[in-house]
């Protein structure tokens, strides 16, 4: 008992005293360590806070220190740009042959004139093709008796080539020999051949078809011998009334991806503008109850089918009516509009709004109909030609004959053309009453599909004073883009927009046999393309300067070609064309000529000169120059169309002519780092079939030697090219010796490049000192290359380095950073140092690695008073000077950036001990507890 006591006295007295010690022990000890824990911490941030207070103080840079160095980063680039440019030197040889050059002033009423009689040629040797196709048409069908029973297989465009499963031709196809053209595209056809396209909806094996492609077999050899006299031509074609369409040369007709082809040559406007007169059209139709469901969708797709058969010359408007009559447009109430693609696009929408309901009642809607017509014929507006009434509906009860007896008869100047929509035909006669009586024409409609065929009937009845008179009226069509061709979707991303479009010359064809011609049959349209690039290369570039352009314009006010021009958009990675990209109106474009004095004028076809003070933009409209421009205008002769030029006054006033011989220009012209400009015609390479895969240097070097001595060249444009090619000839040697002289060569310099007006670049690459690159991909590999439009010589415009330059100061170089993003803004650095950069254009410089200052100046001549702009020449730095001033900036903030990190590292790990030396401190003390806890339990329970 006496030893258990005594061990149990030992216990009690470590964990009255011993253990209440140890625990005080180890929570002084954990403080300790906590406080000079904290300690270190105090003093780390008091040091830190020094130390930034430091860096902020470097960061204080007085004005004149950032001052001096603007100064010296505006000579160092300057001082670059003009060693590796040779700028000094190319102005310095132009200078050396002012003497012998010849200033002359550009006239622009002359030039005008001459550049519209040369379109007028052209168009007139289109229109002459055309009236050849329209009489060998006539005759042929003159000669041809029609056979009910008439069996002829022809070349389907769908099947030609085309084999069954046992290897054999197809009906219908057969062996077609196709090869690629690069006077058609590059497409794969048969120049000389045609062949014939069949709507899906059209079986055809109808004797009609069969028909009428036997009897159009006789254009194939005009085709050829029209292509043959003028090789400018592009397609020709013949669009039957009976729904063939006979194309030359031939191609493979491709269908959409549910193998049907919906193209329909009547549809188009080329022949429903040749097929009818121009005409004032009021669209009537009935909504009231009845006309509910399916009725109302074919009401709706027959107005929306007769708008499709309308064009600029036409005018419109459209009625719907029930127990009341209302306008589909209210702002249109009472008057006829325009049928452009804007207003037929607006009435569609319209009319998928409109809604059944109540009692239908004619009498009020074809009143109001008359009176529209009447009022304008009257005041001599519309079309001052046909007039009609387009009447859909799937009845009429009223008593309608009252109207015309008032507005219409005796003369029947107004048709009316009747749609009676539905299966039932209880007032089918009625319908066809009101028609008959009214020199219209009846057609029933009763299912969507009859839709199309039963429209088309009322531009046979409207040709048919033309087919009996014989108008063979020539017609042009609006600018339009081919959606037709299987590769549209390649030109359009590998020309530029605003020549992609064309027009078409069309002519009608009639029946001449006597029994018949009387009813006025018309057999269809003869017609062709002409694509306004072909047109335009008449106003050659470099006789308009570096500002300079032409443009075309209809009768109706409308753009047919302008540089300004941009009928498509980007739907994904898709271009596409705009809704309304063939009705840009003149004024939309030119919106400085605010009281539309130049649009009027032309408008009218007349001749005459305006100035106007204008701004311009270049690299895609993110910078702006401010130009007086001259204006040139006049009418070209035979067709509806107008000529327009502009001379922007200190760079198309004058051009400058030099001579050279053909031995020595030839010499320089051939060498590697020289091109030029192979959209500008300096030989006519499309003329000779053989000629056409020649690039524009290789035609002028086979022209200048006599191997080519049949070639059509500009020789004014030959001997400027050659007089340029010898003037800057000695820039190759002097950056080749810069290259060779890499000691000497400053970091970062990556290229140098001249243009001049004949269209004539040097191209030389600093980088890659090893070997020479003739064409070099600087910047990117798209910048300076054929597709990179903006920076070479096109139709539609100079370099924009070029053209930036000439609106600077000859001599004094302009320097810019061109990004590839679009939405990207440029930033200018100029030669009076006076700009300076931003923070955020430091970093956006620094982020772009490879990004380039171009810089630009221009070099004139000048004669007497008279100077003019010779060309530009240009460098391309990517490392400058620049980049150690930013480092000087930037030192303070990196230093200041690093330590924080370093001071938030350590605090971070300081942080972290403290916690887990608290987490270990409480561990113990919960330990130490639990052990006096269960010792305490021991003695009670046990002693």
Known sequence: MLSVGSSATVVMHRRNGGGRNVGVGVGMRGRERSAGMTRIITLWIIWSSWLCFMANAQMKIPPETVQQWAVSYGKQIISLSTKYSGALLLQKKYKDIEPTVKMEEVDGEELVKKFAEEM???????????????????????????????????????????????????????????????????????????????????????????????????????????????????????????????????????????????FDCRNRNWYIQAATSPKDIIIVVDVSGSMKGLRLTIAKHTINTILDTLGENDFVNVIAYSDYVQYVEPCF????????????????????????????????????????????????????????????????????????????????????????????VTFADTVKWIACNNKGYYTHVS????????????????????????????????????????????????????????????????????????????????????????????????????????FLNTNNGYILAHPALRPLYKEGKKLKPKPNYNSVDLAEVEWEDTDETLRTAMVKGE?????????????????????KNDYFYTTINETPFSLGMVLTRGHGEYIFIGNVSVKEGLNDLMQPDVSIANEWTYCETDIDPHHRKLTQLQAVFRYLTGKEPDLECDEKLLRQTLFDAVVTAPMEAYWTALMLNPSGMDEGVETAFLGTRSGLMRVSRYVGIEKRVAKPKVFSKKFLSPSDKENIFTMDHFPVWYRRAAEYPAGKFLYYIPKEDTRDVFRDYEEDHS?????????????????????????????????????????????????????????????????????????????????????????????????????????VVFI
């Open 120 to 262: 007028e040629g052209m168009l007139g040797r289109k229109m002459k093709s055309v009236k050849r196709l329209a009489e060998a048409a006539e005759d042929a069908d003159l000669y041809h008796e029609f056979n009910a029973t008439l069996e002829f297989d022809y070349y389907n465009s769908m099947l030609i080539n085309s084999v069954d499963k046992d290897g054999n031709a197809i009906e219908l196809g057969g062996e077609f020999p196709l090869e690629e053209n690069e006077h058609f595209n590059k497409l794969q056809v048969n120049t000389l051949q045609s062949d014939i396209q069949v709507p899906t909806n059209v079986y055809n094996k109808d004797p009609g078809i069969l028909n009428g492609v036997y009897m159009s077999e006789a254009l194939n050899d005009v085709f050829v011998d029209n292509f043959q006299k003028d090789p400018t031509l592009t397609w020709q074609y013949f669009g039957s009334a009976a729904g063939f369409f006979r194309l030359y040369p031939g191609i493979a007709w491709t269908p959409d991806e549910n193998g049907v082809v919906t």
């Open 333 to 424: 109430k009472g008057t006829l509009v325009q049928a452009d693609l804007d207003n037929r696009e607006h009435f569609k929408l319209l009319v998928e709004e409109l809604q059944v309901k109540g009692e239908g009642k004619v009498k009020k809607a074809m009143k109001e109909s008359f009176k529209i017509l009447n009022e304008a014929a009257s005041l001599g507006q519309g079309s001052l030609c046909n007039q009609a009434i387009m009447l859909i509906t799937d009845g009429a009860m009223e008593d309608y004959e009252e109207v015309f007896q008032e507005f219409n008869w005796p003369e029947r100047r107004v048709r009316v053309f009747t749609y009676l929509i539905g299966r039932e």
């Open 447 to 550: 299912t969507l599909a009859d839709v199309q065929e039963n429209v088309m009937e009322y531009l046979h009845v409207l040709s048919r004073p033309m087919v009996i008179n014989h108008d063979h009226d020539i017609i042009w069509t609006e600018a339009y883009m081919d959606s037709a061709l299987p590769n549209t979707a390649e030109l359009f991303n590998t020309q530029a927009q605003s020549l992609l479009l064309m027009t078409s010359v069309a002519m009608p064809v009639f029946s001449k046999k006597k029994e018949t011609l009387s009813h006025g049959i018309l057999l269809g349209v003869v017609g062709t393309d002409v694509p306004l690039r072909e047109l335009m290369r008449l106003a050659p570039r470099y006789k308009l300067g570096v500002h300079g352009y032409a």
């Open 607 to 627: 001749t005459g000169t305006l100035s106007l003070d204008v701004r311009a933009t270049v690299e895609k409209g993110r910078r702006v120059m401010f130009l």
């Open 835 to 939: 700009a300076t950069s931003s923070p955020d254009d430091l970093e956006d410089e620094e982020e772009a690695s490879g990004r380039m200052v171009i810089a630009t100046t221009a070099v004139t001549v000048t004669v007497g008073k008279k100077t003019a702009v010779a060309g530009v020449i240009s460098s391309g730095i990517s490392k400058y000077p620049g980049i150690q001033y930013k480092w000087n900036i930037a030192q303070p903030i990196i230093f200041v950036i690093i330590f924080s990190i370093i001071s938030i590292f350590i605090t971070m790990i300081t942080t972290i001990f403290i916690i887990i030396n608290i987490i270990f401190t409480i561990i113990t003390m919960i330990t130490t507890i639990f052990i006096i806890f269960f010792i305490t339990v021991f003695i």
